[in-house]
C-alpha cells in the first residue's frame, strides 16, 4: 500500500514526516506504540528513523540493539531502521549546554529528515527542554493514555459533578504552546493524536466515563481520539529479542507464535488499525491531507477545516 517514494510531508522541503511520542505522563505506553509503529512501517519497506530522546532509559534505541542482534545471531535480513540518541554534551554553563543541545538536535533531525521516509521519536515521560523543542517540531503527536483519571489528569479536568469542562492542565499546555510555535515557524498544523492504551477486553464504567470525558477534552483541545490497542502480553514479551506482533513473518519461522495464534493476530490487527488511523502521509491521500494541514496557519481554521477534511 506504501509507496517507497519519499513524499514532501512536511513544511521543509524535501524533509520526512516527523511522528512524535509524547505524554508526560511516565509508562503511558509511549515507546511501546513507537516500537510498534516503526517496526509496522519497516515491514512495509519504508526507510524509518528514530530518535530516542529518552536518554535515561533508552528504550528504543535498546529494542533495536536487540533486534540488530537477533538478525545477526539467526541469520535473518531483519529491516532496521537508522537509530540515533543525541550526545551528552558537557559545558560549564546551563546556558551554553542547552545552547548546544538544541543545535545538536536540530542538526541531527534535519539530516533524518533528509535520509528517510518517516522519522518516529521518543521522549521521556516528562517534560524536559529537547522534549519541548521536538513537540513544536512535530508533524503528528501521538499520545497514549491509560483508562485512568490519573492519566486524564495531565491533559485536563472535568467537573465530576456537572460533567463540564475545568480547564487543561500541564501536558496539554506543553502541547499547545508547541502548536503556537509549530504556527509561527512555518504556519503548519500538528495533528494531535490520542489513543487509549491497554484496554480491557470487557468496558468498564470507568472506562466509559474516561472515554466520554477525552471525547470532550477533544473537542476543547483540537485533538483526535482514536480506537486505542489492547493490554496484551504479545505487545512485550518479544521486547528481547527485538520483535513485534508485526514481524510476523519472522516470528512464525522461528516458531516463537504460531500463525493462528489469536492474541497475535488482534495484536498485529490493533496496530494496523492504528497505523491507518494515523493517517500518515506516505500515500497519495496523506499527503494530501498534510499539505492541507501546512496551509492551516490561522487556529480559528483549524476546528472548522481540520474536522471537514480530516474526518
Ligand atoms: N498495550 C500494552 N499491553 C501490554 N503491556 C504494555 C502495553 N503498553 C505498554 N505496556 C507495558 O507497560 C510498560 C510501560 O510502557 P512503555 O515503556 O511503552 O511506556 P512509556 O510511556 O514509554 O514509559 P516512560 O514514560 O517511562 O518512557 C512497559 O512494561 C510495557 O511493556
Ligand atoms: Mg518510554
Redesign the pocket.
Known sequence: MFGRQRVQASGRSGAAHLLVCG?E?????????GIHIATDLLNRGLRVGILDL?IR?Q?MARFFAYRARTASIKKLALPMPRVEILPAVRRERVADVEHEERCKLFRLLLDLRNDCDIVIV?T??ASTNLSDIVHSQADTLIS?MNDSFVDFDVLGSIDPVTGQFGGTSHYADTVRHARRERRHADGAMLDWVIVR??QATFSSRNERKVDNGLRQLAMQMGFRLVDG?????V??EL?PLGLTVMDSAVLYDLNVCSRTSPSHLAGKAEIERLVRALRLPLEAEGAQRAAIRRELGRPNEFRTRIAELLH
Open positions: 505524554n505522563k511516565g509508562g503511558s505506553g509511549k515507546s511501546t506504540l529518552d532509559q528504550t521518543d521521556p515521560g497514549p492504551n491497554r490497542i489492547g493490554e496484551r502480553v505487545f512485550r521486547f
